[in-house]
């Protein structure tokens, strides 16, 4: 607090302190020895006053207030010392004792930096003059003096409630503030201003700018220095004792505003409002990066996920998850909650009470907007982009291309509308909506479409909180409940929201009959709902779910809905679907993806960026520009963060290490990369992912494995990472191990860790195109001129058909893909027959239609690669290669002939009960049961090199190591159902697998 000044004329008296309290009462106790004709001061003695009035001293009250001196000092603990120290020394009139040990709760104990002895002269002296006997224990003199100092506080806050009560009567004395328009556009009284020019956020300790903050943070500028002045602030001190000053003069300020506020008689109102019911609320800097406040904290120290239902981590979670702590129980006692019940009664009124404060904060903070005044968003004139605007000078609009601003624009410079932002009618009316024109044209632009885009969001918001029914009565939309749509709601028949399949309504659900959720669109609850919200039931389901959709998406549907506004709602959604396991298709980059649902993600380049926030469910992916640059800052690993700014306005600063990233806000982001597989698993693959593995030298710069390393072959580590990722790959040449869980290396000496980084090599987009050119060059039999020829991932030579193939001379072996149907008196088909009819068990039931050998290069050339791969360290009966079969059912066929198994789709017939890889058998018979369950039926033929295997489990995702004990152990090649007579082979890798021949019958 500011010093103050005694306020009888001729005392020269000042006094300051951290606290207010305590200045009050030193003032207090000074004008009382005024009033008997006696005067003692302490820091700026003053001229004897001469009275020949008898003196009358003054009478000790209780053992609070005694006489220190001819003074009248309250017992209590001097503040300075308990801060930055008191330079009174044993002059102090105040105890020189730890204020936490007093209050009991100082958690140092004897490491304390602050006095607990009460033994001390100076605490001796003044606790003897406010009678406290320190000749006991040192617990009865610690019970007197918390009785004592406590006594104190209360008859301080009555002094302070008693002031306050009387200050709307009261002169009222210049409070120092802070300018609030220098704080948002700018002030035009410049220097004149008799508010404070200072970063707001700064002096309330939250500027999270630092020097990069276009406010001011110097208090010693001249308009500053002389406010604080005229306020009585010292400016001819430290820097850091100005601004504990100025904190605390503008929190009295505020303090004093307040009070005046709520002491002004309102208008019309006759009786008093209650007061404001509070609500349990979670401390966000304890789950951030921890709560300085400790036991005192007004906030529950739990951790956040745990309280909504959505950590993850566990009792491993660092954040505390136990509602009967301390000073949660206080807490929650203070908002009304009982903690004498079991855990499970007290969380879900803990959970009620912190919802409804979230709710309440929301309503203010939405009140709070209401009242700002937002300058008006651009917006494009659709006009000038069709026919033509005739008011092109008065138009209120923006003249450009609609489509070069959202990046869709393909005519490019021969494009008939304008792409210029900087021509002088637009960046007028850019700077009518607050834009900043003097940035570079690409920021100007992104910051644009970032208005524009906002504003088309909240113009989706509003279109969608009501629709209209036919009679113009507002009807508020339907909503599904995702709830319903997620681990189930627990609500049931008193939800307020629909309980029906979200695929289903979206026109995307596969499971069809199949699937686990509600598509009865007539259903009593679901009709009930949809006829509150102005729905016509009584008609046929098909049209029913038309106006549902259309209520959902804000549209009109045949005059039975309209959108609140009139205007029309874009439906269109960047988020991919979630399915988990996720690679970029391979087969779409060469254009030959046939697959109606693939599970992989369909782009134009060998990777995908992609981030959402840590409590979302759906992933954002990046613009391409976006997507290039993030992976060419991730290619290189001295990039070990990186800056991503995306158009859509977020701004977060990543950790490729961790792959988490928070933005100036504090929220939490999470990134992920998607790619195409590793080119150790396709090694013939044009488009396969090529990774590079770094170690961090003693200087900080990253070493790549291949140069360094001898014996190390490319390829090596990258294999063993695929085959393990939580394993670990011995260097022997070095005697040091690469352990991937922790991505470190750790060494003998001199170091004993060394960190270790896994980075791709980069593909340019320009790279790209190439590539795609050569392709299709190459399909046509042509060469481009002055290209090279086409080069594939590995160096391996060039592996022929087998010889039973229909290829033409000239065909390259990787583009031959065909199903060639076998005669039935070819040697080739009697093969196969008899092999399929020797296992059935009832072969007289069945009836073979078709039997097509299948001719797939690419899966040749990866199937004979990883035979060669096994056979340097294997003989071949150890590799073993078996003809198996597998069911499958019809809709599988073509994804499986033209592309290979696919891991991510096993256990949808079979199960998972020896692993989560691609299940074969022994007998066709066995295999038949997992065939389409109708009388057309297909089976393949497969060729499966199954090497060493072991039994499966149903938790493995890949075979485990041969000795449990060493990580670095090789691992088993598949997994089967019985090591001493295996019917059923596990195999975890696709190029292990060659679909031979396709068998098609009737069963």
């Known amino acids: 607090m500011p010093a103050v000044k005694c306020p009888f004329d001729g005392c020269d008296y000042v006094t300051d302190d951290l606290e207010a309290t305590i200045v009050v009462a030193l003032i207090k106790a000074h004008t009382t020895a005024h009033t008997v004709g006696k005067v003692v001061t302490t820091k700026t003695p003053a001229e004897p006053k001469t009275s020949t009035d008898p003196v009358t001293p003054p009478t000790p009250t209780d053992n609070v207030h005694r006489s220190v001196g001819d003074l009248n000092i309250p017992l209590q603990i001097c503040h300075k010392y308990n801060s930055n120290g008191c330079d009174r020394g044993n002059a102090c009139p105040f105890l020189h004792l730890c204020k936490s040990y007093i209050e009991s709760r100082c958690e140092s104990g004897k490491e304390c930096s602050k006095s607990h002895n009460f033994q001390q002269p100076q605490v001796k002296a003044i606790m003897e003059k406010h009678g406290i006997d320190v000749k006991r224990k040192t617990k009865e003199i610690l019970q007197d003096l918390q009785a004592a100092v406590k006594e104190f506080k209360g008859q301080s806050k009555d002094d302070s409630k008693t002031k306050q009560k009387d200050r709307a009567a009261s002169p009222k004395k210049g409070s120092i503030q802070i300018c609030n328009k220098y704080n948002g556009d700018c002030c035009e009284k410049g220097d004149t201003c008799q508010f404070l020019h200072l970063c707001k956020s700064y002096i309330e300790s939250r500027c999270e700018s630092g020097k990069e903050c276009n406010k001011s943070h110097n208090i010693l500028e001249p308009q500053v220095k002389a406010i604080m002045t005229k306020h009585g602030i010292d400016v001819n001190r430290k820097f850091k004792e100005i601004l504990r000053d100025l904190q605390t003069a503008v929190k009295e300020s505020k303090g004093q505003n307040n009070d005046d506020s709520k002491t002004k008689p309102k208008a019309k109102v006759s009786s008093e409002k209650t007061p404001k019911k509070s609500f349990v609320g979670i401390c966000y800097k304890y789950n951030g990066g921890g709560c ?25 979670c660092k954040k505390s998850h136990n509602i009967l702590e301390p000073q949660v129980k206080v807490i929650m006692e203070k908002h009304g909650i009982d903690v004498k019940r079991k855990p499970k009664e007290i969380f879900p009124d803990l959970l009620a009470s912190v919802n409804e404060g979230k709710r309440q904060r929301e309503r203010e903070n939405s009140k709070a907007q209401d009242c700002v005044n937002k300058p008006p968003k651009p917006t494009i004139c659709f006009k000038y982009n069709n026919s033509g605007c005739e008011n092109s000078e008065s138009c209120p609009r923006i003249h450009m291309c609609r489509d070069y601003i959202y990046s869709k624009c393909e005519a490019g410079k021969g494009c008939a509308k304008s792409h210029n932002i900087l021509q002088l009618a637009v960046k007028s009316k850019l700077e009518q909506h607050g834009m900043n024109t003097k940035q570079k044209p690409g920021d100007l632009l992104a910051e644009l479409r970032a208005a524009l885009r906002s504003e088309t969001d909240e113009v989706k918001t509003d279109d969608r909180k009501q629709v209209n029914d036919a009679d113009g009565n507002k009807k508020s939309a339907p909503k599904i409940c995702y709830n319903y749509n997620g681990r189930g709601c627990e609500k049931a028949g008193s939800c307020s929201y629909i309980h029906m399949c979200k695929s289903y309504i979206d026109g995307k659900c596969e499971a069809g009959r199949g699937c686990n959720k509600s598509h009865d669109i007539l259903e009593p609850a679901v009709k009930a709902n949809l006829e509150k919200h102005g729905i016509n039931t009584k008609r046929k389901p098909k049209d029913i779910l038309a106006d549902f959709q259309a209520a959902l998406n804000g549209e009109n549907r045949k005059g039975n809905i309209t959108a609140g506004c009139g205007a029309k709602v874009a439906t269109h959604s960047r988020k991919p679907a979630k399915v988990s396991r996720k690679k970029v298709c391979i087969f779409n980059l060469r254009g030959i993806c046939k697959w109606n649902f693939c599970p992989n993600v369909h782009c134009d380049l060998p990777y995908q960026w992609r981030w959402k926030l840590l409590s979302a469910k759906e992933w954002t992916p990046l613009y391409q520009h976006e997507n290039v640059e993030t992976e060419r800052a991730f290619c290189d690993p001295a990039n070990e963060v990186y800056r991503l700014v995306t158009e859509q306005g ?15 806000e504090g929220q939490i982001f999470v990134v992920n990369r998607l790619s195409t597989p590793s080119s150790v698993e396709l090694e013939r693959q044009l488009w396969a992912t090529n990774w590079m593995w770094y170690w961090k030298n003693e200087n900080g710069g990253w070493m790549n494995y291949s140069d360094t390393v001898g014996e190390i072959e490319k390829g090596d580590i990258e294999q063993a990472f695929i085959n393990n990722p939580d394993g670990q790959f011995p260097l022997r040449e070095i ?3 690469i352990d991937f869980s922790k991505m470190m290396q750790v060494n003998d000496n001199p170091a004993p860790e060394v960190e270790i980084c896994r980075r791709p090599v980069f593909v340019s987009e320009k790279e790209a195109e190439e590539r795609k050119t050569r392709q299709t060059q190459r399909k046509r039999g042509g060469q481009i001129p002055n290209q090279p020829k086409l080069e594939r991932v590995s160096s391996t030579t060039e592996l022929s058909a ?13 583009d031959h893909r065909q199903l060639v149907p076998l005669k039935e008196n070819d040697t080739e088909y009697k093969e196969i027959k008899g092999l399929f009819l020797e296992s059935l068990g009832r072969p007289r039931t069945v009836r073979i239609k078709s039997i097509e050998r299948i001719e797939n290069g690419d899966l040749w050339e990866d199937f004979v690669g990883k035979q060669i791969k096994m056979l340097k360290k294997k003989t071949e009966e150890e ?12 809709q599988y066929i073509d994804p499986i002939w033209n592309r290979g198994f696919d891991f991510r789709l096993s256990g949808q017939t079979s199960g998972t009960a020896y692993g989560k890889g691609s299940y074969f058998a022994t007998t066709s018979n066995y295999s038949n049961s997992f065939a389409e369950q109708t009388s057309d039926r297909a089976m393949f033929v497969v060729k499966v090199l199954p090497g060493a295997y072991v039994r499966g489990c149903s938790e493995y995702k890949r075979p485990p190591h041969k000795d449990k004990g060493n990580p670095c152990s090789e691992l088993y090649d598949s997994c089967v159902d019985n090591e001493t007579n295996p019917q059923i082979f596990i195999i975890f890798d696709n190029n292990q697998i060659y679909p031979e021949y396709l068998i098609k019958y009737e069963y």
């Open 292 to 316: 300085e406040i400790a036991n005192s904290c007004p906030f529950l120290h739990l951790c956040k996920n745990y309280i909504e239902g959505r950590c993850e981590s566990g009792k491993e």
């Open 650 to 664: 977020v701004n977060i600063n990543i950790d490729f290490k961790t792959m988490i990233g928070t933005d100036f």
């Open 735 to 737: 005697g040091s191990i």
């Open 802 to 814: 087998p010889p039973n193939w229909n290829m033409l001379p000239e065909e390259d072996l990787s």
């Open 879 to 890: 590799v073993g290669e078996r003809r198996l079969f597998h069911g499958t059912r019809n």
